[in-house]
């Protein structure tokens, strides 16, 4: 699920209560210096990281990915994988001079990233573990803003805040419909709801996203990375960090990883059901525990699936609204619009409604994000996100069964990259 509904995300209990968390969060942290991180563990510095890279056919971005981390670390630090790749990812990685591995077969990336870590001995010999996916570019300031984190020693991870090149463009083009879909709906996240998540007072964050993440070693030891039949390693960890008490997750916003979001239906199609059967499998293997983690969890998720299920059949309350005005009407067209009205979401819905707080709503937030963040092509894009609404939300039940029912071996397939040149 990876924290993903349709219109971004519901407007309900979850998101009010986790806007007002990071407005507090913003205040005290600003105004008040009691309720800043107090700094009085160890000092780490960038010698204590191991950098874990898993790729699969990532020739086209993987050197930069390096490139990027060896303005943090020293290349000896950094350790690739090339997990069953057909391309020239392992070729590309070499010219790096850093640790490069190849498995063939592909074991999948949490396998993979076993491997390097066994194989070379990281727990044992760095202090920190930082794993990156081979298509993000770590910002220049990473380290400076995340290694203070664990100098509170209750900070178990710091994970990053995606962010996406943005060409300049005045000419609307599909594969920018997609990518701004994406980033409209990240940008959700990261204010209304991942902010507050991860105030020191909450501590609830629903996912450790692996696409940049730093764990301490002796806690990313404790979990057990490559769970059979689970398809992703990031929800997995998530609620085996909560499950164990391991402590807490740090994040701030200018801790940024440069990612890169699918540009395709067939790839984001993909890449949002992977994700959500990952979510479903890792629920039904650690299973539901009293806390205060599960208890945000479980309203989050009951608000998605209604919300999804709501949406799903919306298409079909509208043919029922529009029958009155049609110029022709019959007992069959009659009868269904009746039956359609005794279901208790739409019994008194109208028209205006659809439009006021399904449309207007979405797009008015969408269009404030895209100026906010300096993407004013979004005032156009935006008019069309309700079919990605649509396809969220049935991407979201069709992976119930295989989430809940199926598994998986881990293995994954990468969408399609791009060359890119990050941007501030």
Aim: hydrophobic share 45%; glycine share 6%.
């Amino acid at each position: 699920m990876k924290a993903i509904s349709p219109f971004g995300l519901p407007l309900g209990i979850s998101i009010t209560f986790w806007t007002i968390v990071g407005l507090l969060r913003l205040v005290t942290t600003t105004f008040f210096s009691f309720a800043k991180i107090k700094n009085n563990g160890e000092v780490l510095k960038p010698s204590d990281i191991a950098v874990l890279l898993p790729a699969h056919n990532e020739e086209v971005v993987v050197r930069d990915s390096i490139k990027a981390l060896v303005n943090l670390v020293d290349q000896k630090q950094i350790y690739v994988v090339s997990d069953g790749s057909n391309d020239k990812t392992h070729r590309r990685a070499k010219m790096e001079n850093c640790h490069v591995s190849k498995l063939d077969p592909g074991r999948g990336k949490a396998k993979a990233m076993l491997y390097l870590i066994k194989r070379f001995h990281l727990f044992e010999r760095y202090k920190l573990i930082f794993i990156v996916d081979a298509d993000t570019r770590i910002d220049i300031n990473f380290l400076k803003k995340a290694l203070p984190f664990f100098e509170d020693p209750e900070i178990g991870a710091v994970f990053a805040t995606a962010r996406i090149t943005w060409p300049p463009h005045i000419i609307p083009r599909l594969k920018y419909y997609f990518i701004a879909y994406r980033e409209r709906l990240n940008r959700m996240l990261q204010y209304f709801m991942i902010y507050g998540q991860t105030w020191k007072y909450t501590n609830a964050p629903y996912v450790i996203p692996g696409f940049a993440t730093i764990y301490r070693s002796k806690i990313l030891s404790q979990l057990e990375m490559d769970t059979p039949g689970i398809l992703i390693e990031d929800f997995n960890l998530a609620l085996q960090f909560y499950k164990k008490k391991l402590g807490r997750v740090g994040y701030s916003p200018g801790i940024i990883g440069w990612d890169q979001h699918p540009d395709n239906l067939k790839d984001y199609w993909n890449q949002v059901r992977r994700w959500n059967i990952g979510f479903f499998q890792s629920v039904r293997k650690n299973g539901v525990w009293p806390s205060f983690f599960w208890l945000a969890l479980g309203i989050f998720s009951l608000e998605v699936f209604i919300h999804s299920i709501f949406l799903l059949l919306l298409p079909l309350a509208i043919i029922s609204l529009l029958i009155p005005i049609l110029p022709f009407a019959n007992e069959v067209l009659d009868g269904y619009r009746s039956f359609y009205q005794t279901f208790g979401f739409y019994k008194d819905l109208t028209l205006m409604d659809i439009f006021i707080f399904v449309f207007l709503f979405d797009y008015i937030m969408t269009v404030v994000i895209g100026l906010i963040n300096k993407k004013p092509q979004f005032v156009f894009y935006g008019i069309f996100f309700f079919f990605m609404h649509y396809v969220t939300a049935l991407i979201l039940i069709s992976s119930l069964i295989p989430g809940f029912l199926g598994s998986s071996k881990g293995r994954w397939s990468s969408p399609a990259r791009r060359t890119e040149v990050a941007t501030s």
